[in-house]
């Protein structure tokens, strides 16, 4: 891996003779996908022939372009993870960005809310320091003091709903001056004196503006929050719930075969679902159900953490397999990871899509065809045909996928471990945990 030099022939890169899917666009062909200082250059048949071959009578030797065969490959744009937990070290149960992001062929990721606003300079810090290859963009829950943890510690401690954790203008603030790195708030809808209101999400989305929020459907463990159904009933236009289809949500009634009015409404005004698998909040089941009666995801996601990232998720390539294998054709499928994260995050001027011009972020898959199976952690259905990660293109550089299921983790003889384990995993946490330590003072404010 090194890092492209616009100004060097060397920081070309050539993605040749893919099958090129890029739903915003409407293409599906085969062609090659040019990036080159940062940017996608050139899409097309034989587009990298112009960076592949020298002109005549020009010196031999030399930068050359990096040519990546992808005959017989899935080529599309970056995928985005739109939620994840990715701050090891500050959410005990966080995965390492790499390891949601580019070991998988995914080269931007966007954490879940794992940080209040009091953290979040030394969470971006770490997210951004050298050690760290994927992109990473995140939601921000709205509290001065929120760390996601596997004890839920804000909640144990009841801060996550308290009203004195509460300060808009702070929280205002802070997204002012991380506003490329804040993509807008996940709110745990926690309740105090009534049930039916949370201040938490009502704070959110008056500062808020056009950001979008992000809720969960579920509850959390030691404090009260609103239910499913007032949650949803909350939303704007725009905004995001996640764990859309697991069980017991509340969206479904009359034993599966209707949706509740209040879900009905949220969808029509334009709250988007989201997958969130995670290890318990996704279930084949009512992804059949809504499927059937006309509630696809508009995003997939992971919510990948420590808790899941060896199974039942694994990855975002295997996540939006299980939705492939539920009927949903692959074009639409590879738009709910591309062009329709990038919408949610505001972000479709950059990402989502391989128009020339756009940021250089894209991905590399293989279709296995052949018996697969696939688990949602309580169900395992057989499926014809999975996406395996080959690689990215992140940041106009290519990285070979070494994750679950990729070529890498299979001549290991593990395809729920990377080739190079977890080992280098960890010395990447320590090294990144360091530089970000080495920030805190000045990013962190009093």
């Not at 050690?131 to 929120?146: G, K």
């Amino acid at each position: 891996m090194r890092d492209p030099n616009p100004g060097d022939a060397a920081s070309v890169t050539v993605l040749a003779g893919g099958r090129v899917i890029d739903p915003a666009n409407g293409i599906d062909t085969i062609a090659d996908v040019v990036c080159a200082g940062g940017q996608i250059v050139a899409v097309g048949p034989a587009a990298g022939a112009a960076y592949t071959t020298p002109p005549a009578g020009a010196p031999t030797g030399g930068g050359a372009a990096e040519i990546i065969d992808c005959a017989g490959l899935v080529v599309t744009p970056g995928l985005i993870d739109l939620h994840v937990h990715a701050y090891p070290g500050l959410g005990d149960f966080c995965v390492h960005p790499d390891r949601a992001g580019v070991e998988v062929g995914v080269p931007v990721v966007v954490d879940g809310g794992t940080s209040g606003v009091r953290t979040l300079g030394i969470s971006r810090a770490f997210a951004q320091s050298p050690a760290i290859h994927t992109r990473v963009l995140a939601f921000m829950d709205p509290c001065l003091l929120y760390l996601a943890t596997k004890d839920f510690i804000a909640h144990r401690l009841e801060i996550a709903n308290d009203p004195r954790n509460l300060d808009l203008d702070a929280a205002a603030a802070t997204v002012e001056e991380h506003k490329d790195y804040v993509i807008g708030f996940k709110v745990r809808a926690t309740t105090t004196e009534d049930d039916r209101v949370s201040p938490f999400l009502e704070g959110a989305k008056a500062i808020a503006g056009d950001l979008p929020i992000m809720i969960h459907l579920g509850k959390y463990p030691y404090t009260k929050s609103l239910t499913n159904l007032d949650a949803l009933a909350a939303l704007r236009p725009g905004d995001i719930v996640t764990h859309a289809f697991r069980g017991h949500s509340g969206a479904l009634v009359n034993d599966g075969t209707a949706v509740h009015p209040v879900f009905a409404e949220a969808a029509a005004r334009g709250v988007r679902l989201d997958v969130g698998h995670s290890g318990s909040d996704f279930r084949f089941a009512s992804a059949r159900a809504l499927l059937d009666l006309g509630y696809p995801p508009y995003t997939i996601s992971t919510d990948l953490n420590l808790f899941n990232e060896d199974g039942p998720v694994y990855s975002l390539p295997e996540t939006m397999s299980k939705i492939w294998s539920l009927g949903v054709p692959l074009a639409d499928v590879i738009a709910m990871a591309t062009v329709n994260p990038a919408a949610s995050i505001r972000r479709s001027a950059e990402l989502g899509t391989l128009g020339v011009g756009r940021a250089a972020e894209v991905s590399v898959l293989r279709v296995e065809e052949g018996p697969a199976a696939f688990s949602d952690g309580f169900e395992t259905i057989a499926g014809e045909r999975r996406l395996a990660p080959v690689g990215c293109v992140r940041g106009g550089t290519w990285i070979e996928a070494t994750g679950p299921f990729s070529a890498a983790a299979r001549a290991a003889g593990d395809p729920g471990a990377a080739a190079n384990g977890l080992p280098r995993r960890q010395a990447g946490v320590a090294a990144a945990s360091a530089a970000a330590e080495s920030l805190t003072y000045q990013q962190t404010s009093p």
